[in-house]
C-alpha cells in the first residue's frame, strides 16, 4: 500500500497548481484522503480532507476559496488543486490516507494511516 504526491514546484504569486495523490495497492475512493503541510521551522498542519462521502473539509482556514481538493476514481488519484497562490503557502505537501472503514475527515496527522513522501511548493517572485 503505497501514496505518492507528486505535481508540486515554483510558481510565481498568484498562480495554480494541482498537487496529486496517486495509490497503488489499494482503491482510493474507499478511504478518507487528507492534504496536510509543513513549511520551514512549522509544525505539519492539516490543509484539506475529503471524506468517504466525498464532502470536503477545510481545515487551513487561509486557503479557503483558494484550493479544492476532488477525487478521480478512474486514475485512482486525489488531487489538491491550488489557486491564487501565496508566498505562506510555501510547504512541503503530503497526501495521507485514513485507515479503511473510517469514512470522517480529521484535521490531525496522527489520525491517518498512510502517508506519502511529501511534494515542495514555493510561491515566489
Known amino acids: 500500500v503505497q501514496l505518492q504526491a507528486s505535481g508540486g514546484g515554483l510558481v510565481q504569486p498568484g498562480g495554480s497548481l494541482r498537487l496529486s495523490c496517486a495509490a497503488s495497492?489499494?482503491?482510493?475512493?474507499?478511504?478518507?484522503i487528507g492534504w496536510f503541510r509543513q513549511a520551514p521551522g512549522k509544525k505539519r498542519e492539516g490543509v484539506l480532507c475529503?471524506?468517504?462521502?466525498?464532502?470536503?473539509?477545510y481545515y487551513a482556514g487561509s486557503v479557503k476559496g483558494r484550493f479544492n481538493i476532488f477525487r478521480d476514481n478512474a486514475k485512482n488519484t486525489v488531487y489538491l488543486q491550488m489557486n491564487s497562490l501565496k508566498p505562506e503557502d510555501t510547504a512541503v505537501y503530503f497526501c495521507?490516507?485514513?485507515?479503511?472503514?473510517?469514512?470522517?475527515?480529521?484535521?490531525?496527522?496522527?489520525?491517518?494511516?498512510?502517508w506519502g513522501q511529501g511534494t515542495q511548493v514555493t510561491v515566489s517572485s
Open positions: 495521507a490516507a485514513r485507515s479503511r472503514y473510517i469514512t470522517v475527515c480529521s484535521a490531525y496527522d496522527s489520525m491517518y494511516y498512510y
Open positions: 495497492g489499494f482503491t482510493l475512493d474507499d478511504y478518507v
Open positions: 475529503i471524506s468517504g462521502s466525498d464532502s470536503t473539509a
